[in-house]
């Protein structure tokens, strides 16, 4: 199995910092990776694909870079409504597999 | 406007099954596949496998096999999946998540938590 790891694992920012979120794969998935929003009590949202591709209704704030086994998530000018945990996903090769989530909280 | 609405949480006994719901709409349901994903308390989220509606074909993930039965019944838009066996290891929310074009889950259910206990 593809093997995904997210860092940081929590981060704490203050609005208007921006902030990145990486995520390494364990073999390269040539950029068959999405990142996911999820607030709290709530079901993730498809944020990024395919590594940078905005998903339509995403504020242009959230970009998504990166290729081989290394990818990462900026997020300008931070929101308050920002606050979620942050997955990637790889749809490269089954099983499918999620990084682990980055929490992200307010300074 | 797509929506997948999931049936409501269980508590159900060790050893027993439960079978849960995600009913369709707003897309036609034979054209994409189904997923479903399960995120235990603190940790991230799982792949547990897909069916697609039209035929009713399906794959999954090797560590639910056994574990995990996907069906869909086109006639109501609607997928199950069923878990047997339960043990406290399956106490989680499942999501069902629409696999869109590009092979992405652009839309997701609200969650089913079981909760698996004596």
């Known amino acids: 199995d593809i093997q995904m790891t997210q860092s940081p694992a929590s981060l704490s920012a203050s609005l208007g910092e921006t902030v990145t979120i990486e995520c390494l794969a364990s073999?390269?998935?040539?950029?068959?990776l999405a990142w996911y929003q999820q607030k709290p009590g709530k079901s993730p949202q498809l944020l990024i694909y395919?590594?940078?591709s905005l998903n339509d209704g995403v504020p242009s704030r959230f970009s998504g870079s990166g290729s081989g086994t290394q990818y990462s998530l900026k997020i300008n000018s931070l929101q308050s409504e920002d606050v979620s945990i942050y997955f990637c996903?790889?749809?490269?090769?089954?099983?499918?597999?999620f990084g682990g989530g980055t929490k992200l909280e307010l300074k | 406007q797509v929506q997948l609405q999931q049936s409501g949480a269980e508590l159900v006994k060790p050893g027993s099954s439960v079978k849960i719901s995600c009913k369709a709409s707003g897309y036609t349901f034979t054209s994409y596949d189904m997923h479903w994903i399960k995120q235990q308390p603190g940790n991230g989220l799982e792949w547990i496998g897909w069916i697609y509606p039209g035929n009713g074909n399906t794959k999954y993930n090797q560590k639910f096999n056994g574990k995990a039965t996907l069906t869909a019944d086109k006639s109501s838009s609607t997928a199950y999946m069923q878990l047997s066996s339960l043990t406290s290891e399956d106490s989680a929310v499942y999501f069902c998540a629409r696999l869109g074009t590009g092979s992405w889950f652009d839309y997701w259910g609200q969650g089913v938590m079981v909760t698996v206990s004596s």
């Open positions: 395919y590594a940078n």
């Open positions: 996903q790889q749809n490269y090769d089954s099983p499918w597999t």
């Open positions: 073999e390269d998935i040539y950029s068959n």
